[in-house]
DNA sequence: CCGGAATATACATGTCAAGGTATATAAGAA
DNA sequence: TTCTTATATACCTTGACATGTATATTCCGG
């Protein structure tokens, strides 16, 4: 259980926190919403807090439950240099189809320098 | 294996992915900057093929892997509800500490009416 | 064709966490 | 007190993977 994704990988994790968004809940509430045995929402609510997930406070009998920032940024974090790619992966994707015209209607001159999307690594020149 | 949090909990997968973002790699290339053993490296990258991670080609009797976005891009969408929440989250905690400040009472115990501090939302008006 | 390199797959093993059931703790209400 | 509600925890079983080892496949060069 180390990472933030360990955590976000159950599926009933991920109901609980988006549960959570509209507004705190209790232990019950997230019971009945979600029908999953009681002693199933603790764990997993348990599981949620230590990990930063959500923080709770005490009404009566009751636990309230409402979500922290802090693990969602960190994958937010952990997504930026993705991120960073895949929006130059339109652009890629664009020359891709550029070259990917139909045959039939030209002559490929393909052999001018053929320069590939590889990024500078010479793929048939090994050895 | 559902969902791409399941993916994204193993360590290595996630290591093999950062290493994939500056370029495509072979196997052997990942096998040594990981220094893991060569049938796990195949082996998460065929989850991650089958996942939509990544996706190879044939180079010799190489395989060149590199990044797809269609994954991070559900990341980051599964992200935007709580992403809204984080940014909201200033303004909460700065309401919420003002009505916290104690003129009289710091006993969180309810002891009239049982008025839960749920945020005004009805939520008991069921059955 | 043979040998070797690069990668994939098959099989066995162990670990760990999720789910279920039962019980414990805690806080009203009567 | 005793009962009831709300939540937490303890124990157990089971299944899913991750890892390691061994082997299969594929490709190239000689």
Redo the contacts between chains.
């Keep these: 259980m ?2 933030v ?2 955590i ?2 159950e ?1 009933n994790r ?1 109901a609980i ?2 549960l959570l ?1 509209s ?2 809940q209790s232990v019950g ?1 997230i019971e009945r919403q979600l029908r999953m045995p009681q002693p199933m929402v603790s764990k997993h609510l348990r599981v949620l807090r230590e990990a930063g997930f959500v923080e709770s ?4 009998q ?1 636990r ?1 439950y409402r ?1 922290k ?1 802090e693990p ?2 960190e ?2 974090a ?2 930026a ?6 929006s130059a ?1 339109l652009d890629a994707l664009e020359r891709h189809l550029d070259r990917m015209d139909p045959p039939t209607a030209s002559k490929q001159k393909t052999k001018k320098k053929t320069r590939r999307p ?2 500078g ?1 010479d ?1 048939g020149a ?1 050895k």
């Design positions: 180390e990472s994704f360990d976000l990988a599926p991920r926190l988006s968004v507004s705190q509430e406070t005490v009404d009566a009751r309230l979500l920032p969602f940024q994958v937010d952990w997504l240099p993705f991120r960073r790619f895949w992966h590889n990024g690594r793929k090994k």
